[in-house]
């Protein structure tokens, strides 16, 4: 009896074992690290690099510090995506994301906790097997990072993403840090691989759903619909520092400086006093 059942146990642990392995090939495709200065609005965008997938249940995603230490589980999946060509996204955001795009994002998951902002300007984004197999590495920061960059060759020839890309992840824009190449494509280095975004982020969940992240309307720095004195509090105590943080809302023109540039912005937008 125990050898005519011996085939059937070993298929199903084929099976079991197929399924589990169904999520591994996968881009860390896009991570947006805060909207225009809000740093509660996060998104992070897996994309399956050949078909099927969308077994993810087996996999999480964590955010490591500028060390490479300190992991943070941004969400350890529990359910699978129903779509799985290859090319298909899983977006997982935070519910204040929700928010900042047009049409307003429906995602596939809500994170379980966001990234840090201590880990904004330095650190790196994991996708990884529950067991701990990093299958993905985007490490960010540039020189600042000092962490690992190790991974599975599943994905990544060598075993190795170094160099991180060269900036801090994008807060204090509608743009997003994003994967560059095709959705087979593999990782080489993530200095390599990735760019700030041009123009507004576009965010796709599994449903295949576009929504494009909203630009802010300049000078409304507290977010309340109007330009007045509030917002010049802001504007002027970052003005006098001059130099931007990972998070500076009134870098208006996004270029790492609150200078002459910005102010002009902030003027014309403060004499108008309502956002469009």
């Known amino acids: ?160 993403a170094a160099p991180a890309f060269g900036t801090s992840l994008p807060t204090n824009s509608n743009k997003a840090l994003q994967y560059t190449g095709v959705a087979s494509g593999a990782s080489t280095t993530n200095a390599a691989n990735y760019a700030i975004t041009d123009f507004a982020a576009v965010v796709t969940n599994n449903a295949r759903v576009n929504f494009t992240v909203k630009a802010l309307c300049s000078g409304d720095l507290n977010n309340d619909g109007f330009v007045d004195d509030s917002d010049f509090v802001i504007f002027a105590a970052a003005y006098d520092e001059l130099i931007c943080g990972p998070s500076c809302p009134a870098d208006l023109n996004a270029d790492d400086f609150v200078d002459d540039a910005d102010f002009v912005i902030f003027a014309a937008a403060y004499d108008a006093l309502i956002c469009p």
């Open 1 to 160: 009896m125990r050898v005519q059942k011996l085939p059937g146990v070993v298929a199903a642990m084929l099976i079991g074992s197929a399924a589990i392995a169904n999520h591994h090939l996968m881009q860390i495709q896009l991570v947006i690290g805060g909207v225009n200065g809000d740093t509660t609005a996060q998104a992070i965008q897996l994309r399956q690099r050949f078909a099927g997938q969308n077994i993810v249940s087996s996999g999480r995603i964590k955010a490591y510090d500028a060390n490479g230490l300190n992991p943070i589980t941004i969400i350890d999946f529990t359910t699978d995506v129903p779509n799985a060509a290859a090319g298909d996204t899983i977006l997982v955001c935070t519910n204040s994301f929700l928010s900042k795009t047009t049409p307003a994002t429906v995602a596939d998951f809500v994170m379980t906790n966001p990234i840090p902002v201590s880990y904004m300007n330095a650190g790196r984004i994991t996708f990884e097997f529950d067991s701990g197999t990093i299958w993905w590495s985007l490490a960010y920061g540039g020189a600042s990072y000092l962490g690992g960059n190790l991974l599975s060759p599943t994905n990544d020839a060598d075993g190795n």
